[in-house]
């Protein structure tokens, strides 16, 4: 439910954008967008270590970053045909593409914590290595 909220959010947000036509409009739109993503994006993250164990876990990683540069292609093309006509229509069909994700991700996503989890219920928690990885990766990239 979190995923197909922050696309729809993401959607919406890209919809104000567009209409958007002062600087401070523009910014604030902008700024939502950006807040609109950062709800979905953790949640689908989750979502896999939540649905898969080992290898799997890994190889369903693995199709999420191919899914994600496919989509950044995709996204290319269709930045080059619809920038001629106007950057407003990347916005709305970018709006668009997020507002379909959002009911597909309604349509096929666990709509309940419990379907997520599985049977056990137990929640999926990172290896302590994984965190003190992630920290010294956070600390050497602020500098």
Do not use: K, N
């Amino acid at each position: 439910m979190v995923v197909a909220t922050g696309l729809g959010a993401t959607g919406v947000c890209l919809l104000a954008l567009s209409a958007a036509r002062t600087p401070e409009q523009i910014l604030v739109t902008v700024a939502l967008v950006g807040l609109a993503f950062e709800i979905y994006e953790p949640a689908s993250q989750e979502l896999v270590a939540q649905v898969a164990e080992g290898e799997q876990r890994g190889r369903l990683y693995a199709m999420l970053g191919a899914a994600l540069v496919a989509a950044g292609a995709i996204a290319g093309v269709m930045a080059s045909v619809l920038l001629p006509i106007g950057v407003r229509w990347l916005m709305v069909v970018d709006a668009a593409t997020c507002l379909t994700a959002s009911v597909v991700a309604l349509a096929f996503l666990p709509r309940s914590r419990r379907e997520a989890f599985g049977r056990d219920g137990r929640r999926w928690r990172p290896p302590a290595r994984l965190i003190r990885l992630t920290a010294a990766s956070t600390a050497f990239a602020v500098g």
